[in-house]
């Protein structure tokens, strides 16, 4: 289970299951590369911001369906995408159709440095301008995703 509230991390958790409140955690097992490469981003976005990001939906334990038809081998992870302002929590969704809040060149930045691992496969996320800032093909838009990007590691690196 991804550490749910390390102490000076860069990253905070946030989601539910079934839009239960307090069951966010239950749907936070990751699979150990996709751990490594989260601790990996996370130590670098802390160098160049002092904002947390946002990390909601990566799987519930063994593998079971829940409320995503993917998001069940532990490979894949929703993210919020940077605010402006550093709000953090349940409570700090932000779409990319929120100019006063959504932060376009820090999410920008944070997608380049989840794109620098060597285990990311693809990310889905709705903002043309991030899309074409990191490179053709690499983010893509998928229903859904303005408010969250999913980001989806090879099952073997």
């Not at 989601?15 to 699979?31: C, D, F, K, S």
Request: aromatic share 10%.
């Amino acid at each position: 289970m991804l550490p749910q509230a390390p102490e000076d991390a860069g990253y905070y958790v946030y989601g539910n299951i079934g839009g239960v409140p307090g069951t966010g955690h239950l749907a936070q097992y990751a699979h150990p590369n996709l751990l490594s490469m989260i601790f990996w981003v996370e130590r670098a976005w802390q160098a160049i911001d002092d904002r947390k990001f946002g990390i909601g939906n990566i799987s519930v334990a063994n593998g079971l369906r829940y409320d995503h038809a993917s998001h069940m081998k532990g490979i894949e992870m929703d993210i919020r995408p940077v605010r402006k302002d550093k709000m953090v929590g349940q409570e700090a969704r932000c779409s990319r159709f929120d100019p006063k809040v959504y932060d376009r060149d820090a999410t920008i930045k944070l997608v380049r440095l989840f794109l620098e691992h060597p285990f990311t496969n693809f990310i889905y996320f709705n903002d043309d301008k991030v899309q074409q800032a990191c490179g053709p093909g690499r983010v893509r838009s998928f229903r859904d995703h303005n408010d969250h990007l999913h980001i989806e590691i090879r099952e073997h690196p």
